[in-house]
């Protein structure tokens, strides 16, 4: 069993994946602009600069900024009301508690809706560091956001697992030269996932079964 393990939030730790790909896709309508599903699915994972990029390839006349302000206060507002706490969560957390794993949280979130979370759910005192997207100059696919949660931690980063759902913070975890786990949620499995993964389970209940048994 590796000593450190750090955690993507959304879609991870909590049922929240949805309310971004609902929120990218509604928010057009205050803007008039069409609705395009799409655009949820290839800002998952994303922060700052990158995201804006895109929004702004989906729909080139929308002031890409607002528009990204008002999926992140839909998505807030969403959490507030209705955040749940995903399979196996619970379990993996206190089994690296107890025996000694440092454990890292690293989101493309904003580091304050992390930590609203992380207290909401009375998960915070598992955590030893927090890495919001705002934190570090490029999000992922970038490395950074993982090489901080590493180093916050006391770790190299091949001596942590990084568990995640979308594709751009697995392709960040191997570029950090850490163990990419992928727990699927509204993204499907592909072949990359397959070949830059150390593991790919349907939950973190799964994964933890997986690292009992010594198979991750």
């Not at 002031?63 to 993996?92: C, F, H, K, P, S």
Request: with cysteine; hydrophobic share 45%.
């Amino acid at each position: 069993m590796k000593s450190g393990a750090i955690f993507d939030m959304d879609g991870v730790l909590f049922d929240t994946e949805i309310f971004y790909q609902k929120g990218w896709t509604i928010v057009a309508d205050d803007f008039g602009v069409p609705r395009k599903p799409e655009l949820g699915k290839a800002c998952c994972g994303t922060c700052g600069d990158l995201t804006l990029r895109i929004v702004k390839e989906f729909h080139p006349t929308v002031d890409a900024r607002l528009y990204m302000e008002r999926v992140l206060a839909y998505v807030a507002a969403e959490a507030e009301q209705n955040l749940v706490v995903m399979t196996g969560v619970r379990e993996i957390l206190s089994y690296f508690r107890a025996h000694g794993v440092h454990i890292s949280a690293a989101s493309s979130a904003a580091t304050e809706q992390i930590e609203k979370n992380l207290v909401q759910s009375r998960l915070r005192d598992y955590f030893d560091a927090i890495v919001g997207g705002n934190l570090v100059a490029h999000g992922k696919p970038a490395p950074d956001i993982f090489l901080s949660a590493a180093e916050r931690i006391g770790l190299a980063p091949a001596d942590c697992y990084v568990f995640e759902d979308g594709y751009n913070g697995l392709r960040g975890a191997a570029a950090a030269g850490c163990s990419p786990v992928m727990i699927p949620d509204t993204l499907p499995v592909t072949e990359e996932m397959r070949a830059i993964c150390k593991g790919i389970y349907p939950t973190l209940h799964v994964a933890l079964a997986a690292i009992r048994s010594g198979e991750l």
